[in-house]
């Protein structure tokens, strides 16, 4: 500010000048808040879209293969979509995202035996997916590849394959069973709701 500009603060002889910016000025914050608005508009269309023609899974569940005992001494399996729990087992955190093109992706972390003398081991299993449609009692199996893939020493597998037959356009009430090469269950993915 120079001396003159001070001189007139100090004295109150301050008058209301217009910006010199014009029209050229007025012209490019327009043209700027335009473009903000439509690359707004671009990524909110393109983050609904990627959600599109995908299930998610995060996280999962080790199987609790038993739900109770009855008063009259029966064991009552926790049979999920017609299939039989393994042993108790774990499983640290699983990831897994299904197109309905029916390409499934898994990663699994920590599916390690929770009981007996193999307990913390692999238990020297192969393991693959079935993602189920539909309510309990109508629910259509989609799998992939059932000789599975080999568990690591702590547990982690990666699945990466084509599930059969086909996912239908909508799957609703989907569960996700990680199953062994017998076809118990030993875990389950969280679905993703969001």
């Known amino acids: 500010m120079d001396q003159n500009q001070f001189g007139k603060i100090r004295s109150g002889k301050v008058r209301n000048e217009k910006p010199r ?3 050229a000025a007025r012209s490019m914050i327009r043209g700027l808040l335009i473009a903000l608005t439509a690359i707004a508009v671009t990524g909110i269309a393109a983050a609904q879209s990627s959600g ?3 299930l998610k899974f995060k996280g ?11 008063a009259n001494g029966t064991v009552n399996l926790n049979v999920v979509r017609g299939v039989n729990p393994g042993a108790p087992w774990r ?5 897994a995202v299904v197109g309905f ?11 390690l035996l929770a009981s007996g003398n193999g307990i913390g081991t692999n238990a020297g299993q192969r393991v693959h997916a079935t993602l189920f449609c539909g309510a ?26 084509f599930l059969s037959p086909a ?17 118990v ?8 709701t969001n």
């Not at 999962?60 to 009855?70: E, K, N, Q, W, Y």
């Not at 499983?91 to 990831?95: H, Q, S, T, V, Y």
């Open 52 to 54: 599109d023609g995908e």
């Open 101 to 111: 093109n029916g390409h499934i992706q898994v990663v699994g972390h920590g599916l």
């Open 136 to 161: 309990a009692n109508t629910a259509t199996a989609h799998d992939s590849n059932p000789a599975g893939v080999p568990l690591g020493a702590d547990g982690d597998f990666r699945i990466d394959d």
């Open 21 to 23: 910016y014009g029209n």
């Open 167 to 183: 996912v239908p356009a909508t799957c609703d009430s989907p569960v996700l069973l990680i199953r062994n090469v017998g076809g």
């Open 60 to 70: 999962g569940i080790g199987v609790i293969p038993v739900t109770g005992v009855a």
């Open 91 to 95: 499983i640290a955190d699983l990831l």
């Open 185 to 192: 269950w030993f875990a389950a993915g969280i679905p993703r």
